[in-house]
Nanobody, 123 residues
C-alpha cells in the first residue's frame, strides 16, 4: 500500500519561509516521478513543483521562490518555500506519479496522494 505523509505546513506572514516534507515508507522516491500540488478553496488542484525524468519543473507563480528536492537516503521529498505570498495559501499535497523513466506533469498523471498539509500566509 502506497502511503504519503506530508508535514511542515503552518501559518506565516508574507515574506516568510516554510519547508514541507513528504515521507513515504514502502517505495523508493528515486524510482518514480514525484510532485507537490496545492488546492485553494474554490479552486482546482494545481501542480506546484514536479521532479520527473526531464528534471524539475515549477508553476510560473512559484518559480524562483520555491524549490523541490528529494533525499533518497531518507526517502523524503521536500518543498522549500521562500518569499511566501498570501496567494500561496492552500492545502499542499505530495503525490507519486509514474515509474521512471516518466514525464508526469499534471494532476491526472499522479495516482497516489498524501492527506495534505495546510499553508496559510497572512499579509
Amino acid at each position: 500500500q502506497v502511503r504519503l505523509v506530508e508535514s511542515g505546513g503552518g501559518s506565516v506572514q508574507a515574506g516568510g519561509s516554510l519547508r514541507l516534507s513528504c515521507a513515504a515508507p514502502g517505495f523508493s522516491f528515486s524510482s518514480y516521478c514525484m510532485g507537490w500540488f496545492r488546492q485553494a478553496p474554490g479552486k482546482e488542484r494545481e501542480a506546484v513543483a514536479i521532479i520527473n525524468s526531464g528534471g524539475s519543473t515549477y508553476a510560473a507563480s512559484v518559480k524562483g521562490r520555491f524549490s523541490i528536492s528529494q533525499d533518497n537516503a531518507k526517502n523524503t521529498l521536500y518543498l522549500q518555500m521562500n518569499s511566501l505570498e498570501p496567494e500561496d495559501t492552500a492545502m499542499y499535497y505530495c503525490a507519486r506519479g509514474g515509474a521512471r523513466p516518466c514525464y508526469s506533469r499534471t494532476t491526472v498523471d499522479f495516482s497516489y496522494w498524501g492527506q495534505g498539509t495546510q499553508v496559510t500566509v497572512s499579509s
